[in-house]
């Protein structure tokens, strides 16, 4: 999995990169066919924002998230992009098992 961070009116300090990079890995733990992640952190005069757009085998999967902290934005994204994967990864159970089960009825 390869993670792109890019920083809007933000250095991307070592210790903000290191903290995304394990936050993020955390997200393999449902579903390991994430392909690449780009992150954008941004700052906005007392608004911190994260984004983040992730690419899985058949999908592009997109979440973003405001906060006062930089830390605070980045573990609310990662908690929206982690149901969002825990969703996908059931779509893609459910449409596998459509498929056996209509196979198997003929």
């Known amino acids: 999995m390869q993670i792109d961070i890019t920083g809007h009116h933000l250095k991307v300090t070592t210790a903000l990169r290191n903290y995304v990079e394990k936050k993020f890995k955390r997200l393999t733990k449902h579903f390991d066919n994430v392909i690449n992640i780009h992150v954008v952190l941004t700052v906005e005069k007392l608004t911190h924002k994260a984004e983040a757009s992730l690419h899985v085998r058949g999908n592009r999967i997109f979440a ?40 198997t009825t003929h």
Not at 72 to 93: C, F, G, P, T
Not at 94 to 102: I, T, Y
Request: hydrophobic share 30%; glycine share 2%.
């Open 64 to 103: 973003n998230s405001n906060n006062e902290g930089m830390y605070a934005a980045v573990d609310s994204l990662v908690d929206k992009l982690d149901r969002q994967i825990v969703k996908h990864k059931e779509k893609l159970k459910d449409h596998h098992q459509d498929e056996v089960r209509h196979h």
